[in-house]
């Protein structure tokens, strides 16, 4: 059985002269080739659908061809394949043309990683100051995020996160590694983390007053974020309203106690865990926002954070080396 010979391409049509010879006009070119881009690939249907419909004259030129190509085979009829091929492919445009236009959208997840990401990276340019988790998540009685008057804030642009969930997933772990987040106190923190795995698995860098009834607990899941490397621990004199279950129970014993030292600060022990971290800095609370602690805890805060948590993380620490033992 033999198989169909493919039509000829435009440019062999126009080495033959065909174009020419049967008169045919600047638009009916401007078909032919791009039916010749749509069959090797280079453009899709929905494209060439358009170029016809773009205008009444594309439309009129489709059918004075086939016109002039049925006059040139009664006049010559050694012409007759030359001009068969060529209106088979005026109606394989019209129907082309007529066919619904896709709805599918474009292939965006099929681009190239590197484009995505440029793509993503325009959406959401880089800011020094980071993400603040705002508003609040949690139901505790610590202070909100008090906007600053100095620099504009403005909300994030999330409409690409809505178009699938594979994109969503894509875009949110783009998002969570390329910026630094912000949050007020440990107890929307820890609410976070525990509500959203997936940043918990991509959490690259956290900025976070350290306040709240909830500072151990929160620390403990920071600890297993894999990806966790930058920690930016800002302390107040509210650090040390909430004390280590240590600390309380010796205070009912010996009431003659001093105030309470940062060490003695709820969380201390589980903040001390963490590990594997290349940038740690511990800042003092804005003087509007409450109460700053001394330089000197500071210093001594930053020299010991320094010391334990950019120690190498243990295997079997992390979260997803849970998941791969589970």
Known sequence: MSMASPLPT?????????????????????????????????????????????????????????TKCAAAMRSRPAEIRNCVDIIQACTDILGLADRPPSVEGF??????????????????????????????????SCAAYTPPAFWPVRPLDMALAQASSKLRD???????????????????????????????????????????????????????????????????????????KRETELRSWFTAQKPARITDALGMDELLLIRGLEAVTVTHLLARQGARRSDEDRASMLALLNAKLKLPREEGSSESDSDKDD
Request: proline share 4%; with cysteine.
């Open 170 to 244: 894509e875009f949110f772990g783009f998002i969570y590694a390329r910026y630094s987040f912000h949050f007020t106190c440990t107890c929307d923190l820890l609410y976070r983390l525990k509500a959203n795995k997936f940043l918990r698995v991509t959490l690259n860098s956290v900025r976070v007053h350290w306040t709240g009834p909830e500072s151990d607990k929160a620390f403990l899941v920071l600890a297993k974020c894999p990806t966790l490397k930058e920690l930016d621990v800002i302390i107040s004199k509210s650090t040390t309203s909430k004390l280590s």
């Open 10 to 66: 435009f440019y062999a049509q126009q080495m033959l002269g065909l174009h020419g010879r049967y008169g045919l006009t600047d638009n009916a070119k401007t078909l032919l080739r791009a039916y010749d881009d749509w069959k090797i690939g280079r453009i899709d249907q929905d494209e060439l659908g358009r170029i016809v419909r773009m205008s009444t004259n594309m439309r009129a030129a489709i059918t004075d061809t086939i």
């Open 107 to 140: 292939p965006f997840l099929k681009l190239p990683a590197e484009v995505r990401r440029n793509v993503y990276e325009h959406l959401t340019p880089k800011s020094t100051s980071g993400i603040v988790a705002t508003p609040k998540k949690s139901r505790c």
